[in-house]
């Protein structure tokens, strides 16, 4: 559904891999901002780039939050990748499988639609108004883990334990940049009604993005 993975910014070359099946609490963990545009899509970004020297892996997350083009609605999830550093400006890219999110507050396990690429990201979504606003508030609160398992290291379970909340102008960029979208998804939505199109259920997105930080 939407434009390919940005490339992962890496500025050391990291020394041995990481271990598998093991719990890493990253040293460095960088929120940045995004938006991405496809045929069917505008959405949102809130970029953390994850990785913990000397290990050369680095863990691309992608929170999006956006809306459908042609019905107006809501949807938010994330995209996860993987990869390993092979010189001091390049990467491969790993693949991976069962990636979940978690936090106290929410799971996405059971909650979102996952969608694997053949590059090896893979993304989950929801458009359950319900389900995408505890989502962006779990990650915004910046106290979450990141799973997954790498097959080409022992399929063991690979957990990311995240400790540290985007900074305040990440999150700010965050809520301009939705509340852009959503005069355009009310817009969609009003266009599709006139011409007797289907609105999701509640005729409207329903995300509330909250602004609260907390660890």
Known sequence: MFVALRLLAVSALFGINQAAGSTIFPIVAVYSNG???????????????????????????????????????????????????????????????????????????????????????????????LFATAFIQAVISGTYELRFVRPDSSAEMRTYKIASAPGESVVSNFRQCMDHLATESHRTQSDASTKGSPLPEGGGSGLSIATDQGG
Do not use: W
């Open 35 to 129: 938006a991405d545009e496809s045929e069917e899509a505008r959405v949102c970004e809130i970029v953390l780039d994850a990785t913990s020297p000397p290990s050369r892996e680095v863990v691309k997350f992608i929170t999006i939050a956006g809306y459908n083009k042609f019905d107006g609605s809501i949807l938010a999830g994330f995209l996860m990748a993987a990869a390993d550093i092979t010189t001091t400006d390049k990467y491969e890219i790993a693949r991976i499988s069962d990636p979940a999110f978690s936090s106290r507050t929410f799971n996405s396990p059971g909650h979102l639609d996952y969608e694997s690429y053949d590059d090896g990201t893979i993304m989950a979504t929801t458009q359950n108004p």
